[in-house]
């Protein structure tokens, strides 16, 4: 059906349910089809085989966002046919069905098994609300939709998008900071993902006071979203990623221990902190400076009676191996003669009213004018002052109350934003200007210090954060629940490409028992990012602060968490390629095991791909713990168990559940106590017996600097193959020579103590294994005496490491 191009109505409806209406034009396009309807337009674009761009609008225009999406659309076949009122545009991956009498949608895969179809309601406005009604699949589940609180399945809820300072939120509320508006659905005909690309205050409803179908809406501008495809809900992440952008390698130095509070001064407390890490052989890298640094609490300056000299502090902490990141806050002090203020008053770089004037609002320096970050020179302007910290010597940078905040929580609506040159209001710009701030301090990094690579962390952001900052969950509470909603808010992130990110070890506010510390410490070594942050006029919340016990306990996971930074810093190169999570969700493994939604097991999730963690509360001396399919070895003993199973797992305070997956292989390096710190250059690589094997690609480079851009990094393939009874590490690729000269392999699990390498027999040891020492015994009375775990006779291996391929036969 073709027919003459019907001229679309420019004026705006009335508060009433108006449908897109029948299809009544289409033609086809370079990549895809557009057309109208009786009441709007569309657009649907092939940007992938398993991805297709819907838009529609009621305007002569579309209307995009100029800041999530990188990607364009790919080159890929597809067809177009008409066929019983039906249009359909099939691609290698997918078949989109539109229904013309009804402009409803349907999705298929490539058997022809239904994926998600529209409600016959299709998309509509109410006024300027767009909305999409879908059908809901059987037993279908919802996941991600980035830092939302509540339950790892998200039907039955409805979810907001709007960044919002929410200090010491409860563990259902909703919305928090960051707003990430895409989501993965789950059933058993397959899995996709829809990202709706629209920055308004949008709202999710995945069945929440209704039983006929699940929504979305924006309150304003275009239905505009892409649907994606792909076999396995990894694919589905990695599609969404590519399409919004990934992270590039981290500092080395941003994956170790990162302490900070509200706040640390003067400048001898800061010494001081730094010298405890080090007399008490506790791991630590980072060190952070909060609001309490500056003059007043304005950006860019440092107090003087606090901070005489902070460039000769900074100096210090680094001969010690700290480094250092400040705070900043977008609100600049409307003061006559503090010099950003003046500049960017008479640049004309703050957010203003529609008349002209600028727009204040209250914020810790007092009233306050707001940086218009969506404006190509405040960004470049705020990268030039950003001098005034890295000639200080400042390494990183924390965008913190970027929502924007300020007191009072309701900035008003008509203020106008630049929008990349099309004005914006405060409705359309606030969800992505924290992005935008983490952008300019990314920028900034990157201008200033040309030749290490950037460390920003942002409280606030929108769907592609991931490409300028890591990301923390705000002002958490000191709880068993926050402990635990936590790891949901970053199981959720990683759902959504955020790969990068952590939450506040031991509560920011209020104040955490010894055993709810310790546990968090635990939990937290096995999170992207280890930080731990208190809050102002609260007891002391450092590792060494809750007594001897819990000292030791952090001590020792502090330890074990950079003895394994050689798998961890791999697994982040992995990140930068695939868009997938450190920390994985069990849905994106096990999509269809029901046991995973249990509000027992929705916590639990993988580190790395090889480390199941069941986190549980500080209190319980016994938990359950599902194990998935497959074979699981507890970490601490080797003591190997059957997947698809519930298991009882004792829990004292000294060991947090972990388990490693048979088959798995990954590698460790001896302690040290920070990032900069030179190893013993031997590469201890764990290998699990199993049925099935697995590959890990353990990479290296420098840590620091862009060179690994250019080839200067070292990556082998280090492969398991239980068929063969091999274990094969592959040649080296890169130029970077590699820090480990040599190789232990530890073999876990096996019957098989003799060994070739390259053809050649080769002597074994043994030799008793523990991942974490001994607590001390500090009271003798029995009953408070602590588990040890120490794996016996472990068998190893010792060879030379060599850049050529190395092929190990494990002989019978």
């Known amino acids: 059906m073709k027919s003459p191009e019907t001229s679309l109505k420019k004026s705006k409806s009335s508060a009433r349910h108006i449908g897109m209406g029948a299809l009544s034009f289409w033609k086809e396009t370079e990549t895809g089809i557009e057309g109208n309807s009786v009441a709007g337009k569309f657009k649907f674009t092939v940007y992938d085989s398993g991805m297709i761009r819907i838009q529609m609008s009621r305007y002569p225009d579309f209307e995009s966002n100029p800041y999530s999406v990188i990607s364009t659309p790919k080159s890929v076949k597809f067809t177009i046919t008409e066929k019983d009122n039906h249009l359909f545009l099939k691609t290698e991956k997918l078949l989109l069905k539109v229904n013309f009498e009804t402009f409803s949608l349907s999705f298929f895969d490539h058997e022809g098994r239904l994926l998600n179809a529209d409600d016959s309601l299709g998309t509509a406005w109410i006024g300027t609300e767009v909305t999409t009604y879908k059908q809901v699949q059987k037993d279908e589940k919802f996941i991600g939709l980035g830092e939302k609180t509540g339950n790892l399945n998200r039907f039955g809820k409805a979810f907001t998008n709007w960044n919002t300072d929410y200090f010491a939120y409860g563990v259902g509320d909703d919305p928090l900071y960051m707003s990430i508006p895409f989501y993965i659905g789950v059933h058993d005909q397959g899995a996709y993902g829809i990202f709706l690309d629209n920055t308004h205050k949008t709202v999710f409803n995945f069945g929440a006071s209704t039983n006929r179908f699940i929504y979305f809406t924006a309150e304003d501008g275009d239905m505009d979203y892409y649907f994606i495809h792909e076999p396995t809900v990894s694919g589905i992440i990695s599609s969404y990623t590519a399409l919004t952008g990934r992270m590039a390698m981290p500092p080395k130095w941003s994956l170790g221990f990162q302490q900070c509070r509200y706040s640390y001064y003067p400048d001898k407390e800061v010494l001081t902190l730094a010298n405890t890490f080090r007399d008490k052989n506790m791991p630590a890298d980072v060190i952070y400076l909060d609001i309490h640094h500056m003059e007043a609490y304005k950006v860019f300056t440092f107090d003087g009676e606090k901070f005489p000299d902070p460039k000769a502090m900074i100096t210090a902490l680094k001969a010690k191996g700290f480094r250092i990141i400040v705070i900043m806050d977008p609100g600049i002090k409307t003061e006559k003669g503090y010099l950003p203020y003046e500049e960017g008053k008479e640049k004309d770089l703050f957010v203003k009213f529609p008349d002209g004037q600028q727009y204040e609002g209250q914020v810790w320096p007092g009233w306050c004018s707001f940086p218009d970050f969506t404006k190509a020179e405040t960004r470049s302007w705020w990268a030039e002052k950003m001098k005034f910290y890295t000639e200080a010597g400042v390494d990183g940078f924390w965008t913190d109350m970027n929502e924007p905040a300020s007191w009072g929580q309701f900035t008003p609506n008509l203020i106008e934003f630049d929008y990349e040159g099309n004005p914006a209001s405060h409705r359309q710009a606030r969800n992505i200007y924290g992005m935008q701030m983490a952008r300019s301090a990314q ?186 399919e497959g074979q699981w070895y507890y970490m601490y003993s080797d003591q190997l168990a059957e997947g698809k199973n519930t298991i009882y797992q004792d829990t004292p305070i000294n060991y947090l559940p972990v388990y490693v997956k048979a088959g798995s292989v990954f590698s460790m390096q001896s302690d040290v106590f920070s990032t900069s710190e030179s190893h013993d250059g031997t590469l201890r690589i764990h290998v699990y017996y199993g049925d099935n094997g697995s590959s890990y690609l353990h990479y290296e480079d420098d840590g620091i600097s862009h060179d690994y851009q250019s080839g200067n990094y070292s990556k082998r393939e280090i492969t398991y193959s239980p068929g063969q009874n091999q274990l094969v590490l592959g040649k080296t690729e890169g130029s970077y020579p590699s820090d480990f000269s040599k190789l232990k392999i530890f073999f876990h699990g096996f019957k098989f103590h003799h060994f070739e390498v390259n053809g050649s027999g080769k002597q074994s040891g043994k030799t008793d294994f523990a991942f974490l020492s001994k607590l001390t015994e500090f009271d003798p009375l029995p009953e408070n005496d602590h588990p040890y775990y120490q794996i016996k006779d472990l068998t190893f291996l010792e060879i030379e490491n060599s850049s050529g391929k190395i092929v190990i036969d494990i002989l019978s």
Not at 449 to 468: A, M, W, Y
Not at 477 to 497: D, K, T, W, Y
């Open 443 to 628: 920028e900034g990094s990157l201008l200033q210090n040309k030749t290490e690579r950037p460390f920003v962390l942002t409280r606030s952001g929108f769907s592609g954060i991931q490409r300028f900052a890591a990301a923390w969950t705000g002002d958490n509470v000191a709880s068993e629940e926050h402990m635990l909603a936590g790891i949901r808010l970053i199981n959720s992130l990683g759902l959504s490409g955020v790969a990068f990110s952590g939450y506040d070890v031991g509560g920011f506010a209020g104040e955490a028992s010894k055993s709810l510390f310790a546990r968090w410490m635990s939990i937290a070594a096995f999170s992207p990012l280890y930080r731990a942050h208190s809050m102002i006029n609260t007891n002391d919340a450092e590792p060494w602060a809750f007594g001897e016990e819990v000292e030791e306990i952090s001590r020792n996971y502090m330890k074990l968490r950079y003895r394994l930074l050689p798998t961890i810093y791999s697994a982040f190169y992995e990140a930068t390629q695939s868009g997938l999570p450190l920390v994985s969700s069990l849905a994106i493994d096990y999509p269809n095991d029901e046991n995973i939604y249990s509000s027992a097991f929705q916590n639990q999730y993988l580190f790395c791909n090889r480390f199941l963690v069941a986190p549980v509360e500080s209190y319980k001396e016994i938990t359950k713990v599902y194990l998935p």
